[in-house]
């Protein structure tokens, strides 16, 4: 929506063409980071339930084999 905004404004010369670069720049750049945050927390939560596991593994192994 804001992206169809900014070529309105620009093929009617409301705004300057480094202007709409710019905000054309730091719209994509917020998507990108939303993304990353996505990203970083599917890999947050898939480390957890490894470590989880392992923990479970490690219980089950002391408990099969005492020392």
């Not at 929506?1 to 917020?30: E, K």
């Not at 998507?31 to 596991?53: F, G, N, P, S």
């Amino acid at each position: 929506m804001c992206f169809i905004a900014i070529f309105a404004l620009v093929f009617t010369g409301h705004v300057d063409t480094p202007l709409a670069i710019a905000v054309v720049v730091i719209w994509v750049s917020r998507i990108t980071l939303y993304q990353i945050k996505e990203t970083r927390a599917r890999w947050d939560e898939k480390d957890a339930e490894e470590r989880e596991l392992r923990r479970e593994r490690q219980h089950e192994n002391r408990e099969a084999f005492p020392s």
